[in-house]
């Protein structure tokens, strides 16, 4: 059984006193939740505040983005080894907002995947179609795409440690989110690819989160869907009530 993932994406919100406020909450709030893997991805320079704070709990940390190098002259880049020292146990890739506005692309994101688990972090890889792509009926294009040129050299058994996030760019922060239908359909499609270029067991532990506008009104119908695995929470999740709030929808989705 798969156990769900919430994810807090922070975006670039929330000082370090901020971070620490909110994660306090979220700790608090979730200390009795069962069943569900809890992760926030605050900002790079509240990464190590909070890693002291979670280590005693069972929210894990998760960061926004890595380089694909270890060291080196690379202004302004982490290297995924930082951030395993740092406490990191996830991070983000290919998050479209990194594809339209820092020129992510399959092939970099896929460096900073196998980067990224190559020192033994947890990546949460995102996929999703724009919506003129889904309008012209290539969100399956886009998505396969996407999976296969990200997935790219990563063997069967680090596939253990990687979480898809399918999240339609044209839901993100638009208040505008997929139907459960929508989601299940393209999870399913997701599975039965990763099925095709690994096998039925690769793909039946793979956990595949929707993320574009989940909040507390739609997330357990979101939730429910049979290939939905969690979710990837933005905006609903700068605030402790609404991110605890889909949390607990999340542990009780009852799959
Ligand atoms: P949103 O963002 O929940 O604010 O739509 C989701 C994301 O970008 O991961």
Known sequence: MRVPIIAGNWKMNKSVDESIELANAIIRGAYDVKNVDIVLCPPFTSLSDLSEMLADSDVSLGAQNCFWLNEGAYTGEIAPGMLKKAGCEYVILGHSERRAYFGETNE????????????????????????????ANK????????VENGLKGVTKNDMENVTIA?????????GKNATPAQAQEVHAFIRELV????????ADQLRIQYGGSVNPGNAESILKEKDVDGGLIGGASLKADSFLDIIKKAASAGK
Request: proline share 4%; net charge negative; glycine share 10%.
């Open 195 to 202: 099925g095709k270029i690994y096998d039925k067991a690769i």
């Open 139 to 146: 969100t399956f294009d886009v998505v396969r795409d996407h």
């Open 108 to 135: 970099t994101v896929n460096k900073r995947l196998i980067a990224a688990l190559g020192e033994g972090l947890k990546p949460i890889v995102c996929v999703g179609e724009k919506l003129d792509e889904r309008e």
């Open 166 to 174: 399918y999240e339609p760019v044209w839901a993100i922060g638009t």
